[in-house]
């Protein structure tokens, strides 16, 4: 197994019940992530159920996302449709270091553990850890060169200063106020080695060129967010906060447009596919701020997905990377 980076406090636990996964097919290609294992639900005070859906219980966290099957699920379709934009799975100059040095990879909020496994698979010769706020990382199974960490990023990394050589985080732009981001952006700064790198990736939330029941769904959202403190446009001073640290160099930025919709063809199809079981994941909070019943609600998300082909929105992601001096 791969090498523990760090000595986390021991827990005492209630019975855990495991929950069978199969292994997971790429909606893009014939490619297959190696994930024919288990995904370890801990019921121990940490989760709550909201219609029918299990959400973290973490007192002092504003991300809003489940954490269950579902949500894994729609993360790893999520990963695929980034990867196939993108065309890879990171923009900075990693991969001569990932290849034949031996790296020390940090992925900050990893989810299901997708972008790690994969990247785990690809790059046998470097380590890769993965920490998360819930403990549903894939836990057996998993290749040798890889652990995972049950971890809130709010309380500090549990690393020693320089201890890796990339890390990467992405899409948590739903979880922190702009007071956090800087916080946790300080922390990922401390534990990165000198000369090592540190990439951020987040989407913009609302799409541009976007029809009136598009501007609605998005508005609920937002609307949401915002009464949680969250920095919805953290992308937008990403670079000011990388430059506050004063300990980064060379940092660079690059941009994305990603359509939503058939008329987009696969991506398009997947990306609003995806969006939409946001929308319907919080069926009840978001019918209410707009003052329609559940049903009207529904029928308001099914003409969304017509109203995309009529307007073709998109939106923009960014990538940031930097080097730590």
């Known amino acids: 197994?791969?090498?523990?980076?760090?000595?986390?406090?021991?827990?005492?636990?209630?019975q855990r019940r495991r929950l069978p996964t199969s292994t997971i097919e790429s909606p893009l290609s014939d490619t297959h992530l190696i994930v024919n294992d288990s995904l370890d639900y801990g019921f121990h005070g940490e989760h709550r159920l909201i219609d029918g859906r299990k959400f973290h219980n973490v007192e002092n966290s504003r991300?809003?996302?489940p954490c269950d099957d579902d949500e894994w699920e729609r993360l790893h379709v999520q990963h695929y449709i980034?990867?196939?934009?993108w065309k890879g799975n990171y923009s900075a100059p990693m991969n001569e270091r990932l290849i034949t040095g031996g790296a020390l990879v940090l992925d900050a909020g990893c989810g299901p553990g997708t972008w790690v496994i994969e990247m785990a698979n690809e790059f046998p010769r470097s380590h890769f850890t993965g920490i998360d706020l819930s403990q549903v990382c894939p836990r057996e199974q998993k290749p040798e060169n890889v652990n995972f960490l049950t971890h809130n990023l709010l309380d500090g990394l549990p690393y020693n200063d320089n201890t890796f050589d990339f890390i990467h985080m992405r899409y948590l732009i739903?979880?922190?106020s702009e007071k956090e981001w800087k916080m946790i952006i300080k922390e990922l700064v401390r534990v990165t080695?000198?000369?090592?790198?540190l990439e951020i990736m987040e989407d913009e939330i609302e799409p541009r060129n976007d029809g009136p029941i598009s501007r609605l769904l998005f508005g609920a959202l937002l609307s949401d967010l915002r009464s949680r403190d969250i920095d919805v446009t953290a992308y937008t001073h990403m670079i000011d906060m990388l430059k506050e640290t004063q300990q980064l160099k060379e940092i660079k930025s690059e941009e994305m447009s990603v359509p939503f919709g058939k008329w987009a063809g696969r991506i398009g199809t997947l990306l609003a596919e995806n969006t939409g079981r946001v929308f319907l994941t919080f069926r009840a909070r978001f019918s209410s701020h707009l003052g329609v019943e559940r049903e009207e609600y529904d029928k308001l998300i099914e003409a969304w997905y017509e109203e995309l082909n009529e307007y073709k929105p998109y939106n923009i992601g960014y990538r940031f990377w930097a080097q730590k001096r």
Do not use: D
């Not at 080695?193 to 790198?197: H, L, N, V």
């Open 174 to 176: 739903s979880a922190f």
């Open 82 to 85: 980034c990867r196939q934009t």
């Open 1 to 14: 197994m791969g090498t523990c980076l760090c000595k986390p406090k021991s827990r005492r636990f209630k």
């Open 63 to 65: 991300y809003m996302m």
């Open 193 to 197: 080695k000198i000369g090592g790198t």
